[in-house]
């Protein structure tokens, strides 16, 4: 184990270093000048903008960018936001609490959801359960998240003036009333996010789950007189989640980098807004740090899936 995982972080460097430097490129290639706001500015020379565009080393070839961007960041310094003119990290570490509040009380509401509806939907197979659960599946994977959260605006915010349509940045939570508040403009964005994700774990699971249910292991656990509570605990929900540990592990970085449409919707100030406002702004520093993280977060948990996989299925053996 300790082998495959020594490979495996080895192999993980250039690919990384693979992935920055095609994110770098793009983002330096693409249209847009990061410091066009100053050239309406009659305030401000051609000389300063000259001046500014050195400081931040935008004069210098784009492979001298990448390895200074590059030497910085593993050293943990992710630059100065052209914009803002604050550090990087400093910006992320804003918006991370609402990101994580917000998209990960969602993802954690569908999983609560998508477990036990899935498992109960594949076990009563062609049921009215079943049908039902299907069909609130379809519907809440079919439905994009900027639709619905629009309708839950109309709905709940608009017609029945039940919460907030605008989530509250500048909301602090000191007392009852203001705990009160934060859950009440925090439900809808959550609850948007938490049931679409719901319907894809659960299609998922169901199918998973159905997928073993038929298997000859499962025969073999009736015929030696194992009840069916004792089958499905023991033997198919095992197998079963050795797939979906691979759909939740690759999702859960999601988690930090937030939900760009819902957060745009609700006006939800976390990383994923950040990152909608710096594309438009051609701010790269911020961009490619939060794409980068992404791609970081990505590979880290794809390992932690394989991982998994040995404690899930004692078949998986990871040889040196």
Known sequence: MKTYLLKRLLISIPTLIAISLVIFTILALAPGDPLGEFATNPAIT???????????????????????WAIAFFTGDMGYSFTSRSPVIDLILQRLPTTLWVVGSAYFLGILVAFPLGIISALNRYSLVDKLTTTFAFLWFSLPTFFTGVLFIIIFSVQLNWFPFIYNSTLRVTDWNSLIAQFKQSIMPISVLGLYQAAILMRFI???????????????????GLSKFRVIQRHV?????????????????????????????????????????????????VVMAITFIYAVLIVIFNLIADLLYALLDPRVNYHP
């Open 237 to 285: 929900l095992r197998n079963a989640l050795i797939p979906v540990v691979t759909l939740v592990a690759l999702d859960i970085p999601g988690v930090f980098t937030g939900a760009l449409v819902t957060e745009q919707v609700f006006r939800v100030p976390g990383i994923g807004s950040l990152l909608i406002e710096s594309i438009y702004r051609s701010d790269t520093p």
């Open 206 to 224: 169901r199918s998973s789950i159905l997928e073993q249910l038929y298997q000859q292991y499962v025969r073999t656990a009736y015929a030696k």
């Open 46 to 68: 051609a000389e300063v903008r000259e001046n500014l565009r050195r400081s931040f080393g935008l004069d210098q070839p784009i492979h001298i960018r990448y390895v200074k």
